[in-house]
């Protein structure tokens, strides 16, 4: 599965507008002293999501990204990221966004099979059962959190892995540290499958998984 699109240390960053000095310190430690949970959630999708249906996002639509901005440090530049999408796009992956006015306020992906998701940030594997749709790359502008976007298009993303691609079950990931993301998630009604972690302590390093309870299949990168 491809990287997510945010940083896990991102909650971490302090305030650019704070010392230079602070900051830089931060960013030290957190290359070389950091705990890593990606959290892996679950889907099913053998009866039709009780979720709303919303009908606000284009699907597969890339001129949309005309109005791609680089409102976070962590997105890539805009013509980066339009190539990026015409790639995926050619991978057969499916690109949905709400533009309102002249702003991309929100974008996000779905891929209709994957049996393998890869995290560089915890350099491990994990790997889902066959017909697995994978929901990923969701991104919010600044201007538009708390109007629901992430949980609408979740839900559409739900229904149309079930209808359209046919899948079994869907998943998603997300960093242990990113509570707001989790909360929705959840809230959706994804059940936590399992963590990959990754410890380090400057020169000190070790990776590891957890199951939730059932099968989880990993592996090293």
């Known amino acids: ?6 940083s896990p240390d991102a909650s971490s960053f302090t305030d650019a507008k704070s010392p230079l000095l602070p900051r830089l310190l931060q960013a030290g430690q957190n ?13 099913s999708l053998d009866h039709t999501p009780p979720l709303p249906l919303p009908t606000i996002f284009r ?4 001129d949309d990204l005309q109005y791609y901005e680089r409102s976070s440090k962590e ?4 013509d980066a990221y339009r190539t990026m999408a015409v790639e995926r796009r050619a991978q057969g992956f499916h690109l949905y966004t709400y533009v309102e006015g002249s ?4 974008y996000c992906w779905l891929i209709e099979r994957q049996t393998r998701g890869e995290d560089g940030w915890v350099d491990q594997v994990y790997f889902p059962p066959p017909d697995t ?12 959190r708390g109007r629901g976007l992430y949980f609408q298009a979740m839900c559409r993303l739900l229904h149309d892995a079930r209808e359209f691609a046919g899948a079994r079950q869907a998943y998603v990931t997300v960093f242990g540290s990113n509570g707001p993301s989790r909360h929705v998630i959840e809230k959706v009604g ?11 302590r400057l020169v000190w390093s070790r990776r590891y998984a ?5 099968q989880f299949r990993t592996a090293f990168l």
């Open 1 to 6: 599965m491809p990287s997510p699109a945010t």
């Open 31 to 43: 290359r070389i002293w950091y705990r890593r949970e990606l959290r892996v959630y679950r889907y």
């Open 59 to 62: 699907r597969n639509c890339l």
């Open 75 to 78: 997105q890539q530049p805009p």
């Open 103 to 106: 702003r991309l306020l929100h």
């Open 133 to 144: 749709a994978v929901l990923f790359d969701h991104f919010t502008h600044p201007l538009a």
């Open 190 to 200: 994804f059940q936590h499958e399992g963590s990959l972690f990754k410890e380090r």
């Open 210 to 214: 957890v199951s939730a309870g059932g």
